[in-house]
């Protein structure tokens, strides 16, 4: 096959799968959560929005977060799958009509930067940002709870600071927990 992105973005799988073993889940598929987990990718070939919530967390987040131009296509079955950014950057309106009980939205996004981007990547990744942001904005309130990691200072797609980045997420999915506790309490 041609080459379709610029990065493979198979590593995600390792990084994940490291983490999973880390916390004893090693081989854990999402329907087995204690959680239900729900992705949102793209496929290419239908021009379709396309829910995952089976099978193993890897090859799922590889779907969903292969940025067009940027990471290829996961090849899934017959799909060609991508970011679910693509036609729905934070879909919890769909969720809402699913049998979905209390909606954690994650934003990781940054403040628009008014300096130039520096290459090819930061140029497409500012344009789908801003594609995407009204759409975004509009969702967010509709979260029972949203987490904010701070990760602005990190520039996009730079992958020697993954650590700092999910040190980020765990630091901000953490620092509410007495909030979820309140609202699952009150619930």
Excluded: W
């Amino acid at each position: 096959m041609r080459k379709i992105g610029l990065i493979a973005g198979n590593g995600i799988i390792q990084v994940i799968g490291d983490l999973l073993e880390k916390q004893n889940k090693a081989g854990l598929k999402i329907e087995q959560f204690p959680v239900h987990f729900k992705a949102i990718a793209v496929d290419l070939m239908e021009g379709k929005q396309v829910t995952l919530d089976k099978g193993d967390l890897g090859t799922v987040l590889r779907a969903t977060s292969a940025f067009p131009g940027v990471f290829a296509p996961l090849i899934l079955n017959d799909q060609m799958l991508v970011d679910g950014g693509v036609l729905n950057n934070l879909p919890i309106p769909d969720m809402r009509k699913e049998d979905v009980d209390f909606i954690i939205a994650v934003d990781v996004a940054r403040e628009h930067e008014k300096k130039p981007p520096r290459n090819m990547i930061e140029v497409v990744y500012r344009s789908y940002s801003l594609m995407t942001a009204e759409r975004k904005h509009g969702s967010l309130h509709m979260a029972d709870l949203v987490i904010r990691p701070e990760v602005g200072q990190y520039a996009a797609f730079d992958f020697t600071k993954i650590k700092e980045c999910i040190a980020a997420g765990e630091e901000a999915a953490e620092s509410l927990i007495p909030e979820l506790t309140r609202i699952i309490a009150e619930g």
